[in-house]
């Protein structure tokens, strides 16, 4: 006889919420052995390549320093504390905020302190926040265009196999995975915006907030072009999960029963092959929100990834550093979110 059943949480409650937990808590950790690895990356690896502490200090105070000058920098920056202490200073400003002696004057980074540009004499944080809504702007649009062309594409040439639209679809899928987004980018520019007038020229950008209709407008093309290039992926991904799944045994179960033909591909083939779609959507993602060089470069668009491209040529390294710790930060979250999506996709999930 079974036992009384439980009026408080639904018996799979507790499970999920153990999942969310422990997925939380991995993410957490992931986070800070990234930060390990960045920190080791820009401030130990010169080290082990001969660098000294006054050597590390010349990128804050200019060329034409003195040696004087350069071993108070060093001084006031910490590079002659230990590795671990630095690391913990460092560690410690994202949360905190941090004060930077400059010898004349106290400059102050409020928490969260990715770093401090000792060139523009500013935060990197701000200078983050302002670019953020441009990158943000144009993943979300693009991801949107390419989730939905891409798997639709992917399914109707999976169910019509062999057919002149799966061949079709095919080769243009081949042709966008392998222009490179600077050759489509530029040729839509000069066909699209400077020919035709259809749509906006690099450099617009009106925020989303003031004029939307404007944004989207100013933003189709970059969109168009960028999803062009994971459409083609996701289209290719989808077809051969698709053909995978509907040769499973529960499919010709479903159809067996006289299921309707949507119904067995929709409900039962496409949610089958969605696992490996939500992986590499969140790796997309999470890599344009950290920064869509490449576009922003080619569109003139001030987001994130030019501001990437513009610290590196002034080897500006508390802008880098910043930037790479942001771009993580996505990266991990977006992976999060597929972990937790699992569980919504296949239920087996939840109490594993």
Known sequence: MAGPVSRGRPPDALP????????????????????????????????WAGATPETLATRYVGRTATAETVHLAAQRLGFYDPIWVQYWNWFKAIFVGSTYDMGT????CPAPCLGYSFQSKTPVWPDLLDRAPVTFSLAAGASIIWLLFGVTVGVVSAVRKGSLFDRAAMTVALAGISLPIYFTGLVSLAVFSYALGWTAPGGSYTPLTTNPAQW?????????????LFS????????????????????????????PSRTVTLKHGLRGALTPIVTVFGLDLGLLLG?????????????????????IGNQDLPRILGVTLLAAFFIVFSNLVV????AVIDPRVRTA
Request: net charge positive; no cysteine; aromatic share 14%.
């Open 16 to 47: 999920v919420l153990t999942y969310v937990i422990r997925r939380l808590i991995a993410a957490a950790m992931l986070l800070i052995v990234v930060s390990m690895i960045v920190f080791t990356i820009f401030y130990v690896f010169p080290r």
């Open 105 to 108: 004057s106290i400059e102050h």
């Open 216 to 228: 989207a407008y100013s933003l189709l093309l970059p969109w168009i072009t960028l999803s062009f």
């Open 232 to 259: 083609a992926t996701y289209a290719r991904f989808t077809r051969a999960g698709m053909l995978e799944t509907m040769n499973e045994d529960y499919i010709r179960t479903a159809r067996a029963k006289g299921l």
């Open 291 to 311: 920064g869509a060089v490449l576009t922003e470069k080619t569109f003139s668009l001030n987001g994130l990834g030019k501001y990437t491209v513009d610290a």
């Open 339 to 342: 972990d937790l999506l699992y």
